[in-house]
C-alpha cells in the first residue's frame, strides 16, 4: 500500500495576494545589462521610522522599499525581490506591498502591471492598515487589574501574593454587581505586586493554555461522533493569522488564543477542523459536511476575522 498521505489545511489564508501577474513571453538577449532597481531613500529607510504600517504625506511605506510608485493617487513604497519565477507575483502583508518579479523583467513592465492593479492594492493596503490599527488598540497592559476578553466575556486579572494556589497557579473566580449577575470572570495569580509584565503575561498564558486544552479536547469528543470521524492528537498552536489545521492522520491543530472568542466560534473552528478529516480540501462537499453539524457556520465564521482576540 501507499503510505499514508498527510496533508495540512490551514483555515485562512494570509491577508491579501493578487494572482499572479504573467510577464512578457519572450526574454531579452542573454547579454543584456542588468537593471537594478534604484534604491528607495525616503524616510522608511531611517532606524526611528514608525511602523511600516502608519502611513506619512508618501502613502504607504514598506521597511524594505526598494522602489516608490503612484497609485490611484497614493505613493506606494514597495519591496522588490527578482526571483526564479514566471510571472509577477504582488503580496499585501502587515509590512505593505511585496513584489516579486522575474530576473529578466523590466522595471517598467513591473511598473504597467502594477497600475493595472492599483485599485486591488490601495484597497488592500488601507484595509491592511485599519485592521493593523485594531489591533494595536486591542494590545493587553499586563498588570494588576488589566482585562482581556474571555470565552466572549471579560477577564479580569488580580494579582494575589497571599495564595499560592500549587495545582495551577491561578484560580477563577466570579465578580457581581447588584442583582444584575456576574459581569465579569476574575482571575486571581499567585505573583507578587510588584511582578513584571512579563511574569504577568506568561502565568496568564499558561493558565489560559491549559484551559484550552480541555476543551478542545471535550468539543472534538463532541462533534468527533456527530461527524462519523476520530481524532488522535491535540496540540495547541500560537499562529497570529491560522486559527487551525488538521492532518489526515487524525492530527488536529487548534490555537489557544481561540479562548477569547465565545464557545460557538470555538465550536465552528473545532468542527471546520473535524470535518477536513473527511474532506481533505475546501470544497462544496468540504463545506456541506461542516453544514451538517452547524447550518450557521457562515456567520460564526465571520466572528473570526474581527480583532476581537488581542495582542499577545
Same mark, same amino acid.
Given at each position: 500500500?501507499?503510505?499514508?498521505?498527510?496533508?495540512?489545511? $490551514?483555515?485562512?489564508?494570509? !491577508?491579501?495576494?493578487?494572482?499572479?501577474?504573467?510577464?512578457?513571453?519572450?526574454?531579452?538577449?542573454?547579454?543584456?545589462?542588468?537593471?537594478?532597481?534604484?534604491?528607495?531613500?525616503?524616510?522608511?529607510?531611517?532606524?526611528?521610522?514608525?511602523?511600516?504600517?502608519?502611513?506619512?504625506?508618501?502613502?504607504?511605506?514598506?521597511?524594505?522599499?526598494?522602489?516608490?510608485?503612484?497609485?490611484?493617487?497614493?505613493?506606494?513604497?514597495?519591496?522588490?525581490?527578482?526571483?526564479?519565477?514566471?510571472?509577477?507575483?504582488?503580496?499585501?502583508?502587515?509590512?505593505?506591498?511585496?513584489?516579486?518579479?522575474?530576473?529578466?523583467?523590466?522595471?517598467?513592465?513591473?511598473?504597467?502591471?502594477?497600475?493595472? +492593479?492599483?485599485?486591488?492594492?490601495? +484597497?488592500?493596503?488601507?484595509?491592511?492598515?485599519?485592521?493593523?490599527?485594531?489591533?494595536?488598540?486591542? +494590545?493587553?497592559?499586563?498588570?494588576?487589574?488589566?482585562?482581556?476578553?474571555?470565552?466572549?466575556? !471579560?477577564?479580569?486579572?488580580?494579582?494575589?501574593?497571599?495564595?499560592?494556589?500549587?495545582?495551577?497557579?491561578?484560580?477563577?473566580?466570579?465578580?457581581?454587581?447588584?442583582?444584575?449577575?456576574?459581569?465579569?470572570?476574575?482571575?486571581?495569580?499567585? !505573583?507578587?505586586?510588584?511582578?513584571?509584565?512579563?511574569?504577568?503575561?506568561?502565568?496568564?498564558?499558561?493558565?489560559?493554555?491549559?484551559?484550552?486544552?480541555?476543551?478542545?479536547?471535550?468539543?472534538?469528543?463532541?462533534?468527533?461522533?456527530?461527524?462519523?470521524?476520530?481524532?488522535? +492528537?491535540?496540540?495547541?498552536?500560537?499562529? $497570529?493569522?491560522?486559527?487551525?489545521?488538521?492532518?489526515?492522520?487524525?492530527?488536529?491543530?487548534?490555537?489557544?488564543?481561540?479562548?477569547?472568542?465565545?464557545?460557538?466560534?470555538?465550536?465552528?473552528?473545532?468542527?471546520?477542523?473535524?470535518?477536513?478529516?473527511?474532506?481533505?480540501?475546501?470544497?462544496?462537499?468540504?463545506?456541506?459536511?461542516?453544514?451538517?453539524?452547524?447550518?450557521?457556520?457562515?456567520?460564526?465564521?465571520?466572528? !473570526?476575522? $474581527?480583532?476581537?482576540?488581542?495582542?499577545?
Amino acid at each position: 500500500m501507499h503510505s499514508l498521505l498527510r496533508y495540512t489545511l $490551514d483555515l485562512f489564508d494570509s !491577508l491579501g495576494t493578487a494572482p499572479s501577474a504573467k510577464a512578457p513571453p519572450s526574454k531579452p538577449p542573454a547579454r543584456a545589462p542588468r537593471r537594478v532597481a534604484k534604491p528607495y531613500t525616503s524616510a522608511a529607510k531611517s532606524a526611528s521610522a514608525p511602523s511600516p504600517e502608519l502611513s506619512t504625506e508618501a502613502g504607504f511605506v514598506h521597511p524594505q522599499a526598494a522602489r516608490s510608485l503612484r497609485l490611484q493617487g497614493v505613493e506606494v513604497a514597495f519591496s522588490l525581490v527578482r526571483a526564479r519565477r514566471s510571472s509577477i507575483g504582488m503580496t499585501i502583508g502587515p509590512d505593505g506591498l511585496s513584489v516579486r518579479a522575474p530576473r529578466w523583467t523590466s522595471l517598467l513592465e513591473i511598473d504597467k502591471v502594477l497600475q493595472a +492593479r492599483a485599485e486591488w492594492i490601495v +484597497r488592500k493596503l488601507h484595509e491592511s492598515r485599519e485592521r493593523h490599527t485594531q489591533l494595536q488598540q486591542t +494590545r493587553i497592559d499586563w498588570r494588576d487589574g488589566a482585562v482581556f476578553p474571555y470565552l466572549g466575556g !471579560l477577564m479580569r486579572l488580580r494579582l494575589d501574593p497571599s495564595h499560592g494556589f500549587s495545582a495551577a497557579g491561578a484560580a477563577l473566580a466570579e465578580t457581581y454587581d447588584g442583582q444584575d449577575g456576574p459581569l465579569m470572570r476574575e482571575l486571581r495569580i499567585a !505573583l507578587p505586586m510588584d511582578a513584571s509584565a512579563a511574569q504577568i503575561r506568561d502565568a496568564t498564558q499558561a493558565w489560559l493554555m491549559r484551559q484550552a486544552k480541555a476543551l478542545f479536547e471535550e468539543r472534538l469528543n463532541h462533534f468527533a461522533p456527530l461527524l462519523q470521524v476520530r481524532w488522535t +492528537r491535540l496540540s495547541l498552536s500560537n499562529a $497570529d493569522k491560522r486559527w487551525g489545521s488538521a492532518k489526515s492522520d487524525g492530527s488536529i491543530r487548534l490555537n489557544w488564543r481561540l479562548m477569547h472568542f465565545e464557545l460557538p466560534v470555538i465550536d465552528y473552528v473545532v468542527a471546520h477542523e473535524l470535518s477536513h478529516l473527511r474532506v481533505m480540501n475546501h470544497s462544496p462537499h468540504f463545506w456541506q459536511t461542516v453544514g451538517s453539524v452547524m447550518p450557521d457556520y457562515p456567520e460564526r465564521r465571520k466572528q !473570526l476575522k $474581527d480583532p476581537t482576540a488581542p495582542l499577545w
